[in-house]
T-cell receptor, first 114, second 112 residues
Framework: GAVVSQHPSRVICKSGTSVKIECRSLDFQATTMFWYRQFPKQSLMLMATSNEGSKATYEQGVEKDKFLINHASLTLSTLTVTSAHPEDSSFYIC??????????FGNGTRLTVT | EDQVTQSPEALRLQEGESSSLNCSYTVSGLRGLFWYRQDPGKGPEFLFTLYSAGEEKEKERLKATLTKKESFLHITAPKPEDSATYLCAVQLPGGGADGLTFGKGTHLIIQP
């Protein structure tokens, strides 16, 4: 069964609105979670590292004010896409690092901004 | 410059027709090489980790091998349910926070 749950699996929103995506580790506590974006036929691109109890670390070129990350507990990280635009439409995937250093991925969220 | 290159980009096989997928990397100091399977609209599912040249791992119809420059994912007598995108990722000493650099994947289609 899935050890990382991501919700929602699909979301459609209007341009200018904000969307929150949740990532939960079900079987373990994850002090570190990661957020990726994947465009069609492209690699997974790491956006940011979410650290429980501290600020997220963003990769170069990722706007921290646009992609807000909160890791409020050891089992939950959220990614909020603020003021979404059509170019933000993508497949967003989270992963969680287990205590034995295995990386488990969520099933992704398909975001469509109209 | 791509550090991880997967080939072919897409591969169509008949059921039972064995083949291999390639993942080549151009960096030194590899800490690990990972294979994942990704179904449409889903996140990557872990298959294998390889750490040193000469290492091999098997799971059902899949076998992964590693050399100093590349890894192969061999698929023997595939079935339609093996259709998916297979992703390769390398773990580098100076890699990203998650330590992984992904290739673009090979889209595998197994026709009945």
């Amino acid at each position: 069964g899935a050890v990382v749950s991501q919700h929602p699996s699909r979301v459609i929103c209007k341009s200018g609105t904000s969307v929150k995506i949740e990532c939960r580790s079900l079987d373990f506590q994850a002090t570190t979670m990661f957020w990726y974006r994947q465009f069609p036929k492209q690699s997974l691109m790491l956006m940011a590292t979410s650290n429980e109890g501290s600020k997220a670390t963003y990769e170069q070129g990722v706007e921290k004010d646009k992609f807000l990350i909160n890791h409020a507990s050891l089992t939950l990280s959220t990614l909020t896409v603020t003021s979404a635009h059509p170019e933000d439409s993508s497949f967003y995937i989270c992963s969680a690092l287990s205590p034995v250093a295995h990386l488990h991925f969520g099933n992704g969220t398909r975001l469509t901004v109209t | 410059e791509d550090q991880v290159t997967q080939s072919p980009e897409a591969l169509r096989l008949q059921e039972g027709e064995s083949s291999s997928l390639n993942c080549s990397y151009t960096v030194s100091g590899l800490r690990g090489l990972f294979w994942y399977r990704q179904d449409p609209g889903k996140g990557p599912e872990f298959l294998f980790t390889l750490y040193s040249a000469g290492e091999e791992k098997e799971k059902e119809r899949l076998k992964a091998t590693l050399t100093k420059k590349e890894s192969f994912l061999h698929i023997t007598a595939p079935k339609p349910e093996d259709s998916a995108t297979y992703l390769c990722a390398v773990q580098l000493p100076g890699g990203g926070a998650d330590g992984l650099t992904f290739g673009k994947g090979t889209h595998l289609i197994i026709q009945p």
